[in-house]
């Protein structure tokens, strides 16, 4: 059986400013692969970008959600079979490597990605699903959250299939912990306007005003 969510703050990864946006952005439809150059960085100008890494089996692991603001940088075809998908209609501008290496934007952006990859994984591996469907959440508000007091609306969707994906662990069991957080007070569902799915509401009744978090 699963243990309890851990409760506690988690320090915030810091955000990363986003970059002015250049000419030359194409579109994406929501579930079609983005353009992959080991010689471009994608900049993310609107929506969210999955990153997953494909099995030969046909499951997929979600890596990673990106939003506006974030690069995105292209895998090359090899056996991690790691793709970036639109999980939302997008817009991305493609730039050159050699005009962005080596400046202090990039070495900041390879910074806090690597840190943020650093703690998906560490959510990942928490033994019980609940604590990791708790860090993960706990992740995905710092960069796509809404605060309302001791409350952190994660205003991105996910489905029951996609937190599996991105937990580890099958589609009936992470329906099984949700429930359990929600009875147990940690987790609210909430239906929001104009989406044909709801979201997730962490409840913090003990955090305090900085909204940071310990993991």
Known sequence: MSGPAPSGPTPAISA????PVRPGAIRR????????????????CEGVVATRALHADGDAVLLDLAGPGQWILPHPADDCHVVHTAHTEVRVERLPWASVAGSVEAAVRLREQLRWREAWAAAQARPHTEDRLTGLLRLLGQRFGRWKQDELLVDVELTHAQL????????????????RLCRSGALRVE?????AR???????????SSHSWRH
């Open 164 to 179: 599996a994906s991105a937990t580890g662990r099958t589609r009936p069991t992470v329906t099984r912990a949700l429930r």
């Open 191 to 195: 239906e929001v306007a104009g989406s």
């Open 29 to 44: 439809g929501a579930g079609e692969e983005l353009p992959s150059c080991d010689e471009e960085v994608l900049h993310l």
């Open 16 to 19: 990363v400013p986003a970059s």
């Open 198 to 208: 709801p979201r997730y509401v962490l409840l913090f009744p003990e955090v305090s």
